[in-house]
């Protein structure tokens, strides 16, 4: 069955360091997101991103945040000089369509990658 | 506002309990879109269901069902007979047709032997 990846699992990083995460979207899916949860919260959207473009963003994506598709398969989110409080899980997820009355809008999620800003 | 209210912050029961999760969420648009999703204690969150406004059926996947009550705003979760395999923060989520899956707090549940 299709999966979500998502690289590393697990990144420790140094306060105002610059982090890249990695994510590959099931293969036919053209919608793709980034989620985070810090440790014992709820799951907050970041941002949605199709067509090459950024569809949708939070308050929390700020200008420290980018994404970008660099090739057909890979989608990544940079945060340009992380703080303590980026420390969470970060989410990829990626639906075939936009929310639209059929199982295909439906987001499946990665399995997360830990950030650790130290 | 929140827009999608877990109030069960934690729930507790032995194996082979029925166990209901309740999830009441708030919107003002007609269409939109309910789901579930579990995160086990590796991490990682798990689809469970997707329901649309205009469709109220209650579903029943295994021992899994989903109550869907358009009338008091609610998209319940039960499990029958449960398992310590079932141990897992689940989460409600709100769609109101955009991009973005608003997410409740979820619940944890604990099954013990």
């Known amino acids: 069955e299709p999966e979500v990846t998502q690289t590393p699992s697990h990144q420790v990083t140094q306060m105002g360091q610059e982090v890249i995460l990695r994510c590959v979207p099931i293969s036919n899916h053209l919608y793709f997101y980034w989620y985070r949860q810090i440790l014992g919260q709820k799951v907050e959207f970041l941002v949605s991103f199709y067509n090459n473009e950024i569809s949708e963003k939070s308050e929390i994506f700020d200008d420290q945040f980018s994404v970008e598709r660099p090739d057909g398969s890979n989608f990544t989110l940079k945060i340009r000089s992380t703080k303590l409080e980026d420390s969470a899980m970060y989410f990829c997820a990626s639906s075939e369509i936009l929310a639209g009355g059929s199982d295909t809008d439906t987001q499946y999620f990665g399995p997360g990658t830990r950030l650790t800003v130290l | 506002a929140q827009k999608v209210t877990q109030a069960q912050t934690e729930i507790s029961v032995v194996e082979k309990e029925d166990v209901t999760l309740d999830c009441v969420y708030e919107?003002?648009?007609?269409?939109?879109?309910l789901f579930w999703y579990k995160q086990p204690p590796s991490g990682e969150l798990v689809f469970l269901i997707r329901?649309?406004?205009?469709?109220?059926q209650n579903e029943i996947s295994g021992r899994y069902s989903w109550n869907f009550q358009k009338s008091t705003s609610s998209f319940n979760f039960t499990i029958t007979a449960s398992q310590v395999v079932d141990s897992a923060v689940y989460f409600c989520?709100?769609?109101?047709?955009?991009?973005?899956?608003?997410f409740g707090k979820g619940t944890s549940l604990l099954v013990t032997p």
């Open positions: 919107t003002r648009d007609t269409t939109y879109y």
């Open positions: 329901r649309n406004s205009f469709d109220e």
């Open positions: 989520a709100l769609s109101e047709g955009g991009y973005a899956l608003n």
